[in-house]
């Protein structure tokens, strides 16, 4: 597993950026190092492994079989993890940030039980195979999404609600009028992907709510 790791070590708390569909990129290194002048320690994580980034065949195969596997796609995260904590130190909490693809991983590792403090998805999916079973989470939830996302419809906002309350999960759930998938994204036009676009507003107040809710947390 490739990785790229910022900020302090130790830090008072680490932070797992997980990326979307296209693997560890440019937007995934950047978020880390957004998330690293916060003064946290952070590790951007590569889901797929050498080589696999760029190529368009081999990244669908690895997505769809993590997304259709939650306990690989668990494993695969808690090795993350596992390096993140070697940098943060052993006593720092740790939190999953992730976005689109990466919003599904930090979210599976909080249905999973994974020893995390928290878990926030950015434009992620909602939708699992494997829905939390009451008592499983034990991580607090943050999800923003925007509320003009096709790609992750209003049904699969709905299925997650009804699963986390049935879970007794303390969540949170942010929806940005207009925003579409993808919307920290700086490079994603409009109409260039259907259903995906840079949105400011939405990565700019998404960025602070998750910075206000991490903060909280790992007081």
């Known amino acids: 597993m490739t990785s790229d790791q910022y900020g302090p070590s130790p830090a008072p708390a680490g932070i797992l950026v997980i990326h979307g569909g296209a693997g560890l990129d440019d937007h995934a290194r950047a978020q880390a190092r957004r998330w690293a002048t916060l003064g ?42 596992a390096v993140l904590r070697s940098h943060a130190g052993p006593h720092a909490p740790l939190a999953a940030v992730g976005y689109c693809f990466g919003g599904l991983a930090a979210l599976t590792l909080a249905r999973q039980g994974s020893p995390i403090a928290a878990a926030v998805s950015i434009h992620g999916t909602l939708s699992t195979v494997a829905p939390a079973q009451p008592g499983a989470v034990s991580a607090r939830l943050l999800v923003c999404h925007g509320a003009s996302d096709p790609h992750v419809p209003f049904t699969q906002v709905s299925d997650f609600s009804e699963e986390m309350e049935t879970a007794g999960a303390d969540w ?9 998938h993808g919307f920290t994204h700086t490079s994603a036009r409009p109409g260039a992907t259907p259903g995906v676009a840079y949105d400011e507003v939405a990565d700019q107040r998404s960025f602070s709510a998750a910075a206000s809710f991490l903060a909280d947390t790992f007081t």
Do not use: K, N, S, W
């Not at 769809?64 to 995260?77: E, S, V």
């Not at 949170?172 to 579409?180: E, F, P, R, S």
């Open 172 to 180: 949170q759930l942010i929806m940005y009028g207009g925003a579409q």
């Open 40 to 81: 946290y320690a952070v590790h951007a994580c590569d889901m797929y492994g050498d080589g696999v980034a760029g190529d368009r065949t081999r990244v669908m195969a690895e997505l769809t079989a993590l997304r259709d596997d939650p306990g690989r796609l668990t494993r695969r995260a808690e090795a993350g993890l």
